[in-house]
T-cell receptor, first 114, second 115 residues
Framework: AQSVTQLDSHVSVSEGTPVLLRCNYS??????LFWYVQHPNKGLQLLLK??????LVKGINGFEAEFKKSETSFHLTKPSAHMSDAAEYFC????????????FGTGTRLKVLA | DAGITQSPRHKVTETGTPVTLRCHQT?????MYWYRQDPGHGLRLIHY???????DKGEVSDGYSVSRSKTEDFLLTLESATSSQTSVYFC??????????????FGQGTRLTVV
């Protein structure tokens, strides 16, 4: 069965410093991996997705994620945090096992300090 | 934005009453999902559908039922609402989740309060 572990429930960074949000996944099949962002009282927006074409994936708003199969990780990074990045971030896994499900991590709330 | 409409957007109901939430899509996607979002739990899958009249349970299906009589509509019913079902409910759709590159698109959510 698929599963996702987001290693930090809260992360605080200062504006202009790097962001690292950690995600580990488990899947017995070839996984599809996604990061979504949710701003307060809003819906979910796709940040980026792993397509298997490249292990380093670029997304919107300067975010990137690197797929590391040997570490079963898909960590989200951004070189320089902006105040508008404050939100909750979800790592999501799907796979080609035929179960058709998207499994969410428990989320990481990012706080950006001025 | 993907054409997904959830209704109602907000609802307050009393314990023991039945409640139905509706998800309507205009994308003709085969797969539809209902999730609930609670602090500290992320989004948890309640039920999903892989076609008209084809549904299956997710990880938190107790107390919920679903129906899908046509491609565009996926209904979530709480037969007898309880306070533990107070939550934000999200509908999602997908073209083909088993195929890589295919993400889920989410509605704006329904905030349900059971008093």
């Amino acid at each position: 069965a698929q599963s996702v572990t987001q290693l930090d429930s809260h992360v605080s960074v200062s504006e202009g410093t790097p962001v690292l949000l950690r995600c580990n996944y488990s899947s017995s099949y070839s996984p599809s991996l996604f990061w979504y962002v949710q701003h307060p009282n809003k819906g979910l927006q796709l940040l980026l997705k792993y397509t298997s074409a490249a292990t380093l994936v670029k997304g919107i708003n300067g975010f990137e994620a690197e797929f590391k199969k040997s570490e079963t990780s898909f960590h989200l990074t951004k070189p320089s945090a902006h105040m508008s990045d404050a939100a909750e971030y979800f790592c999501v896994v799907s796979d080609d096992s035929g179960t058709y499900k998207y499994i969410f991590g428990t989320g990481t709330r990012l706080k950006v300090l001025a | 934005d993907a054409g997904i409409t959830q209704s109602p957007r907000h609802k307050v109901t009393e314990t023991g009453t039945p409640v139905t939430l509706r998800c309507h899509q205009t994308e003709n996607h085969r797969y539809m999902y209902w999730y609930r979002q609670d602090p500290g739990h992320g989004l948890r899958l309640i039920h999903y559908s892989y076609g008209v009249k084809d549904t299956d349970k997710g990880e938190v299906s107790d107390g919920y039922s679903v129906s899908r009589s046509k491609t565009e509509d996926f209904l979530l019913t709480l037969e007898s609402a309880t306070s533990s079902q107070t939550s934000v409910y999200f509908c999602a759709i997908s073209f083909n989740p088993g195929h890589q590159k295919t993400e889920a698109f989410f509605g704006q959510g329904t905030r349900l309060t059971v008093v």
